[in-house]
């Protein structure tokens, strides 16, 4: 056990923004615990949360810079850069390059790109992968409120009195807002949660109603909704004059939508009686608080949506009061801080904007410029369609990876390969879009860089070094500075560490704040962060703001509670809307539809939980969940393999039958790439259609074709390194303890499988070999054995889908005893290894354990299997699962 301190930062995944305590462990790798001071999880993680320090590992690490595949200086890496961007803009003008970064960078960091790339490169060319998850919030609230203002707090949701849960699975992707939730209900019964999800996602674990609402026709809903309150003389009156206009245009839409009761349910495809109980429920309570996230972004009318949202809590004044309001959950780590600084490409900087000559005269007079862009940029998906065309020739992005992540993924994979400069800043070295790169400079990452994130509440919280550098990594801002200096910025950019980025930024916050009345012009405020000391920085404790002053402790300040908003007017403004259904339609050729989205405990790319053998351990591959009768229709069956296809592109992945989701939809995680499978990338499927508002991409309604796909053998392969499997007709590779697992099938016979993965075995390790063959049955094992550690080794059969092989994952970090050896060899885990399927992550738990303490103990409740196994005891996302075990089992005994 580690003596050193315990050092505070902030958790490296979704926009709940976590504080963590970490210190070195004697592994070289990190100790990690829960904030029990931070006010957004009071020392609450999730499985990810718990798993960071086993991601701080060397595998994959970018560690030097390179030019066109070929080792170099950081010297001249950036000279190459600098020189590259300064020669393209002179031949076609500043237009012609762009930067595409992310919400994993710091605020430091994103301030710096966006001064860079608008105030002095001149173009608006700057945008971020935040555009696809919540562009569509920041025009929602720009048109209601004036400003992308985040009304409430996290404490509003064990205020509140309802609680709506819509477009989100808040138990798998913000789980510890999810276990506030739960305590909240188990604390005050009385509380109703309603959820709003097309599938029945672990969410509905705690929901008194779940409206399983078709696609796409959430405007429908909420039109409906802002009817129903008109029709029950439950709109208040006085709060929509004295502090709104534009009602009664958004009611007339709302009327055209959701008057009819009986034909809005036909639309929604939800119950009638079901449907009156929400708008009740919704019209007779007073404290109503609605979360929502990319299930309602992510979509070609996603705007309208967060507008629809809005305009029934501006009709009731459920606003800016405690229990109260929308509240948009961000998906990245700092989301926040780039919407803050302007990483979006159609805003300024610090809330300032665009359409507004005073704060371009601000801004040109704040950084000393005059060469200030005058107009938006391109937005993410209308960027790389100018890349696709040649009109941007030199493009640099940061610490994401658009090949995987943005839609119609196989032309940004083309559209990179044919620009003539493409920079990636990364900390890993091999992903979909480093393989696209021409120049690699190697980034810091999580626990190594230092620098300030915004969560889902306006929260700022610090992201401190807890790690040296491996390699010769370094800070964004620094990489960003550095070039900017060689481009003849210099006097702009001559900052000497983080906290000076940070320092100009708050100061820029404070540009004519201020009315006659003192009372301010602008939401964001950092103006009492100003002039703080490198000490003063470094020991920052959690702000949330407007910070006109330091706060000293934990603070919940919510806007608009005085009715005085952002707009021209100071009022709010109704938004009139209306349902329209998705761009793309389903038909014969592709009749089914994809939604896509998180699991449980994995994060977008999987560039980094793909590095803990923990969080890979409970859904291994990339997989469709398909409703039963569409299975029954498709010919396909649990557990085997699935092609999904249309004009955009392919996949081919694991089926998972459920009824989770209704017939005619399909489900599909976002995370498996190219590098990580075979086919298991989600957006090549995506149509690039996106919001004409917002510029969000509709991630959430794909038509497809599905169909079965026949393989005639299967593997499970060990080895220790990394390998080229691209010659197989489907693999995903896992990370194990100990090395990697590859999952294979095969149109080939397991004779010529075996033929091909054979010679690995040999080449990878030295030692005796285990051998077992039954050519007659197709099965062919292989270990190879030294010094008591299995160094490679590979199970072949028709079809390993029938039987529990999960326990080979763990042989490379097992000591090989006669129960190892047997296992293998019988291909029939036992001892040790018979623990099962990984259910709770957290306590490293698997089915079997918990399906011999339910029978051996006589459990028959989910807190008894807790008790017993230690399973549901660490963040409680698998409690969902524990349930499901415990109903099959209990059934299974009757």
């Not at 890496?77 to 020669?87: E, G, I, M, P, T």
């Not at 000490?535 to 949330?544: D, F, K, M, T, V």
């Not at 560039?607 to 229709?633: F, I, Q």
């Not at 080449?763 to 077992?772: E, H, I, K």
């Amino acid at each position: 056990m580690s003596t050193s301190a315990w050092i505070k930062s902030t958790c490296a995944y979704c926009g709940v923004g976590c504080g963590i305590e970490a210190r070195p462990a004697a592994n070289g790798l990190l100790e990690i615990r829960g904030d029990q001071e931070h006010p957004a999880n009071f020392g609450r993680l999730c499985s990810k949360g718990m798993a960071l320090g086993e991601t701080v590992i060397p595998d994959g690490r970018l560690l030097h810079p390179s030019i066109k595949g070929a080792r170099t200086d950081w010297a001249t890496a950036l000279d190459h850069v600098a020189k590259s961007f300064l020669d393209t803009m002179e031949k076609y003008g500043p237009d012609s390059v762009a930067f595409y970064v992310s919400g994993q960078i710091l605020t430091e960091d994103y301030y710096v790109a966006n001064k860079l790339m608008k105030g002095f490169i001149g173009s608006g060319n700057i945008d971020t992968n935040s555009r696809l998850c919540m562009s569509s919030s920041v025009a929602g609230h720009k048109r209601a409120f004036g400003t992308d203002t985040v009304p409430g707090c996290y404490s509003d949701m064990e205020q509140a009195d309802m609680l709506v849960i819509t477009g989100s699975n808040l138990a798998w992707c913000h789980p510890v807002l999810y276990q506030r939730i739960k305590a909240a209900k188990l604390q005050r019964p009385q509380l109703k949660v309603v959820v709003i999800d097309p599938r029945r996602t672990d969410t509905c674990e705690i929901a008194d109603l779940h409206l399983a609402i078709q696609p796409g026709t959430d405007v429908a809903l909420f039109n409906g909704l802002l009817s129903y309150l008109a029709n029950h003389q439950k709109v208040d009156e006085e709060y929509v004059s004295k502090y709104t206009d534009g009602f009664n245009g958004a009611l007339m839409c709302a009327m055209d939508d959701g008057s009819d009761l009986e034909q809005l349910a036909g639309v929604l495809g939800c119950d009638q009686e079901a449907l009156k109980q929400f708008y009740s429920w919704f019209a007779h309570t007073d404290k109503v608080m609605t979360l929502y996230s990319q299930g309602v972004n992510q979509s070609t009318s996603g705007a309208d949506k967060v507008n629809s949202i809005i305009n029934c809590h501006l009709a009731t004044g459920r606003i800016g009061k405690p229990g109260c309001g929308p509240f948009s959950v961000t998906g990245q780590p700092n989301a926040m801080g780039g919407r803050e600084v302007g990483g979006l490409s159609n805003t300024l900087a610090c809330h300032m904007e665009f359409d507004n000559p005073e704060h371009q005269r601000l801004i040109s007079r704040f950084w000393n410029t005059d060469r200030l862009t005058p107009k938006p940029g391109l937005k993410a998906v209308d960027m790389f369609d100018a890349i696709d065309r040649g009109d941007i020739k030199a493009v640099w992005i940061m610490a994401t990876n658009p090949v995987v992540s943005l839609p119609d993924a196989d032309k940004i994979r083309r559209a990179l390969q044919n620009c003539p400069l493409v920079v990636v800043s990364d900390c890993i070295a091999d992903t979909d879009t480093t393989r696209c790169a021409d120049v690699l400079l190697p980034a810091q990452g999580w626990s190594e860089k230092s620098g300030t994130v915004t969560n889902s509440e306006r929260r700022i919280s610090r992201q401190r070094r807890l790690l040296p550098t491996p390699g010769e990594g370094k800070p964004d801002w620094w990489i960003m500075c550095e070039v900017a200096k060689r481009m003849g910025f210099g006097e702009a950019f001559n900052y000497l560490h983080e906290g000076e980025v940070f320092d100009e930024y708050a100061r820029m916050t404070g540009l004519d704040n201020r009315d006659s009345r003192q009372r301010p012009k602008r939401d964001l405020d950092l103006t009492g962060l100003v002039g703080m000391t490198g000490s003063e920085y470094n020991q920052l404790a959690p702000q949330q703001w407007p910070v006109t002053r330091r706060d000293t402790g934990i603070e919940h300040k919510r806007l608009f509670g005085d009715g005085r908003f952002f707009t021209p007017s100071g009022k709010a403004h109704f938004v009139a809307v209306r349902h329209r259904a998705p761009a793309s339609a389903i038909s014969k050729q592709y009749p089914l539809s994809l939604n896509s989205g998180r699991i449980r405990d994995q994060w977008h790319t999987m560039t980094r939980t793909g590095l803990s053998a923990r969080l890979g351990a409970h859904l291994p591959e990339p997989y469709v969940t398909v409703n039963p009768a569409d299975a029954h229709t498709y010919g396909l069956q649990n557990g085997r393999i699935a092609t999904l296809r249309n004009e955009w592109g392919e996949a081919c992945i694991r089926v998972d039958v459920s009824e989770k989701v209704n017939r005619g939809q399909l489900f599909m995680p976002i995370h498996w790439t190219g590098v990580m499978s075979s086919a298991g990338r989600v957006c090549s499927l995506v149509s690039p259609d996106t919001d004409a508002v917002s510029g969000q991409p509709e991630f959430k309604f794909t038509p497809v074709a599905i169909a079965a796909w026949q393989y005639r053998s299967e593997a499970l392969l060990l080895t220790p390194v990394v390998l080229d499997t691209s010659a197989l007709d489907y693999w995903v590779r896992q990370k194990v303890k100990g090395g990697y697992l590859y999952r294979i099938a095969s149109q080939q016979s397991p004779e010529v499988l075996q033929a091909s993965l054979q010679p690995w075995c040999e080449n990878l390790g030295q030692g005796r070999q285990l051998n077992f063959s039954s050519p007659a049955h197709g099965q062919f094992r292989c270990a190879v054995i030294h010094q008591s550690r299995l160094q490679a080794g590979y199970l072949i059969a028709p079809n390993l889908q029938d039987q529990d092989f999960e326990w080979v994952q763990n042989l490379l970090d097992e000591q090989v005893d006669e129960h190892v050896e047997r296992s293998i060899l019988t291909g029939v885990a036992e001892g040790r290894l018979a623990q099962g399927k990984l259910v709770c992550a957290c306590k490293r738990v698997g089915k079997t354990t918990i399906c011999n303490a339910i029978r051996e103990q006589g459990l028959d409740s989910v807190s008894g299997i807790s008790e017993t196994t230690l399973a549901g005891t660490g963040c409680g996302s698998c409690v969902p699962e524990l349930q499901q075990i415990l109903d099959e089992e209990l059934a299974y005994q009757v």
